[in-house]
């Protein structure tokens, strides 16, 4: 088993990644995680979307 993992900072950026990396692979896709983070830097919120693909090659 292998792990990728993605991390962007637009739900966009993020679902471009993700799809491209399962366009490319050789594989089976077993699992595939999803978490959203938020956090405040000044007055400004940022965003963190990441994924984690657990997967055969």
Known sequence: M???????SHE???EAQVNQFLGEM???VIDIKFSTAI????E???YCFTAM?????
């Open 26 to 28: 050789q594989g089976e």
């Open 12 to 14: 966009k950026d993020l």
């Open 53 to 57: 693909i657990i997967y055969t090659s």
């Open 44 to 46: 400004e919120q940022v």
């Open 2 to 8: 292998k792990v990728k993992i993605f991390d962007e």
């Open 39 to 42: 956090s405040m830097f000044g």
